[in-house]
């Protein structure tokens, strides 16, 4: 068990003015702060062809893969309107990972005896292609034990929420999905479609081609 690799299952919603008012009469308002995210990718967008999200918050590596679980074929309407990652942020096997995703495109990188942190991304030739920063108001409710819910709004003008729990590597996914769909009622969310996230937009607007390669692929 690797305290440094974990699942985020998460709802993303519109927070409409009745559901920001519920919020606040239910929730703890826990924090808010700005997050600066920058995220990489091969010129070719080898990593999130593959659905896989690399990024730099707060000074840390983080990756963001998709979980191979097997519940892929029996999924629940509320379990539809989740998305569920695999979080993993210790460096090295960020690196490993990474390396297994590229190798076609990248045959000689000696990255995991690499200790110079910002050496690896120049060695497999990983650049920026997305950076922006992210003002979060965080909540909590008394009665739904590790949900978190965020509102989101990124400094190019998109507002997003989202309700996430974070399951430790072999936790329980289904319960998960059961504490984000009883949050979701008690905030009254309506929605039955999936919400987009920063990212869906920022592409959208920024890098439209590869967005497109994106959606034709599924992976957004
Ligand atoms: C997984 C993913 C991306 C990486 C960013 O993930 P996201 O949870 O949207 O960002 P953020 O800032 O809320 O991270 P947190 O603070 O919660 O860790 S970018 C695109 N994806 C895939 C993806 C998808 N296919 N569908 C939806 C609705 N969201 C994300």
Redesign the pocket.
Known sequence: MYDWMSV?V?R?FVCSADNLKTLEEIGVCVGQHQ?H?QYFDTPMFDLTLR?M?LRKRKGCWEL?CPTVDGTEGEQSKAALLC?R?K?ITNLAEIQLRVREAIKDVCEDSEMSSSHVEESWLSKVNLVCFAEFT?VRRSFTLEEEEAVQI?L?QADFGYHVG?I?VLVPEGGDVQSALEKIERTAQKLGLTGDQ???????VYLKRNHPEHYAKLLSKR??
């Open positions: 985020e998460e993303k997050i995210d659905d999200w963001k998305t990652y979080e992210t965020d989101d989202e996430e999936r919400v987009e996230g920063k990212m869906n992976v957004l």
